[in-house]
């Protein structure tokens, strides 16, 4: 579907639940109310659009909305791309899970759950995938400390303290 018959499409289904976005890409984007999220989808789905291509997650801390959950998708028939941006609430982002309509979105939900810490409602598996099971936090937060959490008590040899590092040793440059 082209997206000027997208756009008008939207405009009558979903009148207040979807806006059109600006975007200096050939990709047409818009945003969508969470709440409104799994039926919006389900729609493209229905109009052809039938390959989710990735789910992603963004942080625009310290501006609100701070979290962003963004879905690509192609319609594999016409090779006609959209992009769909939902915005969560900051204080606890959930969004509905899409995993149930497209079963590459159960990892990419994951994922972003992983990294942001936005849960997906519904998602039958919501456990970490990159990070280990006992990680404290987010580390793609933009509010997540830089070099990661660190012990309260200092190291006592420079190859404890330095994890990222070799230490240099006698002799080197």
């Known amino acids: 579907m082209k997206p000027e018959a997208l756009s008008e499409s939207f405009a009558r289904s979903f009148p207040s639940e979807v806006e059109t976005l600006e975007t200096p890409f050939e990709i047409p984007q818009y945003r969508v109310k969470p709440e409104s999220l799994r039926v919006v989808l389900q729609f493209l789905k229905q109009q052809g659009y039938t390959m989710l291509l990735d789910i992603g997650g963004v942080d625009y801390h310290p501006k609100s909305p701070r979290f962003e959950v963004v879905y690509h998708l192609l319609d594999i028939q016409s090779n006609d791309r959209v992009r769909l941006r939902c915005s969560p609430q900051d204080e606890d ?46 580390p793609l937060r933009k509010d997540y400390p830089l070099r990661g959490p660190r012990d309260e008590v200092e190291a006592k040899f420079a190859a404890e303290r330095n994890r990222y590092y070799a230490p240099k040793l006698a002799g080197d440059l």
């Open 93 to 138: 982002p959930v969004v509905p899970s899409v995993a149930d309509l497209w079963a590459s979105a159960a990892p990419a939900e994951r994922e972003v759950f992983d990294l942001f810490g936005v849960r997906f409602s519904g998602h039958p598996n919501l456990t970490r995938i990159l990070m280990p099971d006992d990680w404290e936090g987010y």
